[in-house]
């Protein structure tokens, strides 16, 4: 979720012009919430089935201040389902990095935009 929120960039009007605010400046729907967590529970399940192992497969670092292996697993996976040119290809072995990138893509891409109660959704 937090990948999806800094990544996303929101147009709104105010005092009549139009500015572009970061996706973390809004709290996300309960819908939005569990469409994330139901859709990488799915991901972790199909890549495990892949035979993926973070703890094997990664080959770049990461700071486990910044959150768990799989918490950097899951912000590629963000990354790499909305095309950001980042995420699994260069951080895994190549053969699961390119399974991995071809499995996240599989996912749509999430539209985010502020709903009418100022949360943050997506179509």
Not at 53 to 75: F, K, L, M, N
Request: aromatic share 12%.
């Amino acid at each position: 979720m937090t990948t999806l929120q800094w990544s996303s960039h929101i147009e709104v009007e105010k005092d009549g012009e139009t500015v572009y605010l970061d996706g973390s400046d809004f709290e996300p729907t309960k819908e939005l919430k569990e469409r994330i967590q139901h859709e990488w529970q799915d991901f972790e399940n199909k890549a495990l089935a892949l035979g993926f192992d973070p703890e094997i497969h990664r080959t770049a670092s990461y700071d486990p201040s910044q959150g768990s292996i799989w918490d950097h697993v899951a912000h590629d996976w963000m990354l790499t389902r909305h095309h950001h040119g980042s995420g699994f290809i260069g951080k895994y072995a190549p053969a699961m990095g390119k399974k991995l990138a071809d499995l996240a893509l599989t996912y749509s891409e999430l539209y985010v935009f502020v709903d009418e109660n100022g949360n943050l959704e997506a179509d």
